[in-house]
Each structure stands twice: as structure tokens, then as C-alpha cells.
């Protein structure tokens, strides 16, 4: 299996910026917010240089890998269970303006009819706790966290294939919220799961679930591994190659490459060393 890189979908937001132009390099439309970098989702279908739908060929496939570019603070919104649980997804900050901040969880002992006079009163951001981030941040949010990424930030998620958000507050633009549907399917009670990437060589593994495992890698010598589920690289930075038995392809920084379970051992390396996100699918869920 030829190490296969989905063609991106990119999708228009009004909180979209420019850093995945300034960053990655990428040609992306005005105000692109999300690119939906690997997808089986309705809403956006990821397809292989030929135009093939990966959810065809890979019937297995069960996640959503997107990069969020927040120029403006997204909504503050829910997600509710689309025919099970709720989705958990995970952000990893890899670009941010000083001072950028995102919102996870409800603060301790507020209930949901103080974030409803909140809400209504524009003062529903004072109720949750605020995380002042930086590049190498992760945040693990389960089903039911009330969220919000805000400005300046160019973020990497992992998560359930799910794609329905509730609004519970938009920061004065004209969108409809959907506040008592939002409510019903907040925890209050749910806080994120916070990690850090560290500085220099090394793997860290990273908060995951049932969905998927995750890690971030920096080696100068290389790395190996063997697909034990449908493998997924985001390469940062640097530049590299991913090798299997059938074939090999080389990629800019900012590009991710898709690996299925049948691939089996493959090597990644890069002339100035590796730096790349690696997330796992297990091959049942």
C-alpha cells in the first residue's frame, strides 16, 4: 500500500484566518477555518489523488482529522451523541499569538441555569475556564465539554466522526445558537484533559480513548513502526518521506499522509530529522 495523501477540504468559517497560508504554505481561500484533512463524514468526504472516497475503500475508517485556523474566537458550543455517545475530540495547539487563549469547561460549581442567565446577559465566557496557550499545548475534551477556541490559533483536532455543534454563544455575531438543545447536552462537570508536548527528541504519547491513540514524535534519526489500524501523520515543520514495502512518497511540512491497516511496517524520515503528529485508529471499534 502507497502511503496515500488525502486531498484536503477546505471549508469556509467567518472566525477563518490566514495561518495555514503563513504557516504550512498552502494556496487556501479567504477565510478558510477548517481543512478537513482526513474525513468519512457526509459533510466532507476525503478522496485520494484518483478522486476515490476513502470511506470506500477503507470501510473501517472512523475519525475526523481536521486543522482549525481561528483568526476570531469560534462560538461556544456543545456537541451532542449522533446515534451514541457524544464526540470527544482533542486539539493540539501548533501555532499561537502570544496572549492566545481557548476556552474548556465549565467552572466548578456553576450549574446550567446560571450559564443560561449568562447567555442571555452576554456574560457566558466569565463561567468558564479560560487556558492561556501556547505551541506544544494539548487539550483532551470528552463528549459534553462546553468549548471554544479562541483567536490566533492555528490548532490540530483529532475526533469521533461527528460534525453537530450547538451554539451557546457567539460573541455578538449574527448565527443562530441553539441554547436549550446546547444545554441539555452540556456536562458541567466535564474538564478537559490537559498535556504538553515537551521541547527536543523524543515520543510523547498523548491523552486518547476507545477512538483513537495519539503521539508526537521529534527524531533526528528516523522512526519506524507497523500499522496496527488505520495510521494517520500530520508532518509539522519539516519536510520528510514515508516508506513502505510498495512504495514511497515525499511531503512538505504542514501535509498529512494516510496509512491503512493492510500498509504493515513503514519508516518516516526526513533530511533535517522528523517532527510529525501520529494518530491511531485501532483496527475495531
Known amino acids: 500500500m502507497t502511503p496515500i495523501l488525502p486531498i484536503p477540504i477546505y471549508q469556509s468559517r467567518p472566525w477563518g484566518g490566514d495561518r495555514l497560508r503563513t504557516v504550512f504554505g498552502r494556496e487556501t481561500p479567504a477565510h478558510t477555518g477548517e481543512s478537513w484533512e482526513l474525513s468519512v463524514h457526509d459533510h466532507g468526504v476525503s478522496r485520494d489523488a484518483e478522486g476515490t472516497a476513502l470511506r470506500e475503500r477503507y470501510p473501517d475508517l472512523h475519525l475526523i482529522f481536521k486543522l482549525l485556523d481561528a483568526q476570531e474566537a469560534l462560538s461556544v458550543q456543545v456537541h ?101 438543545a446546547g444545554l441539555a447536552a452540556a456536562s458541567v462537570g466535564a474538564a478537559p484533559v490537559c498535556a504538553r508536548i515537551p521541547e527536543g527528541e523524543g515520543r510523547t504519547v498523548l491523552p486518547g480513548c476507545a477512538w483513537f491513540a495519539a503521539e508526537a514524535v521529534k527524531s533526528k534519526t528516523g522512526f519506524a513502526s507497523r500499522t496496527d489500524g488505520e495510521h494517520t501523520i500530520l508532518f509539522l515543520r519539516t519536510p520528510g518521506t514515508v516508506k513502505t514495502a510498495d512504495g514511497e512518497v515525499r511531503v512538505p511540512g504542514g501535509t498529512t499522509v494516510f496509512l491503512p491497516s493492510d500498509a504493515g511496517e513503514y519508516a518516516v524520515s526526513g533530511e533535517n530529522g522528523t517532527d510529525f503528529l501520529l494518530f491511531r485508529q485501532p483496527k475495531a471499534l
Open 80 to 180: 451532542p451523541a449522533e446515534g451514541g455517545e457524544a464526540k470527544t475530540e482533542m486539539w493540539i495547539v501548533l501555532d499561537a499569538e502570544p496572549g492566545a487563549k481557548l476556552y474548556a469547561g465549565v467552572k466548578d460549581g456553576v450549574p446550567k441555569e446560571e450559564l443560561r442567565r449568562r447567555i442571555a446577559d452576554q456574560t457566558l465566557p466569565e463561567a468558564l475556564c479560560c487556558h492561556i496557550v501556547r505551541p506544544g499545548d494539548v487539550f483532551f475534551l470528552r463528549g459534553g465539554t462546553v468549548h471554544a477556541l479562541g483567536g490566533g490559533l492555528l490548532v490540530a483536532e483529532i475526533q469521533q466522526p461527528g460534525d453537530c455543534t450547538y451554539r451557546l454563544y457567539d460573541w455578538g455575531r449574527p448565527r443562530e445558537l441553539h441554547i436549550d
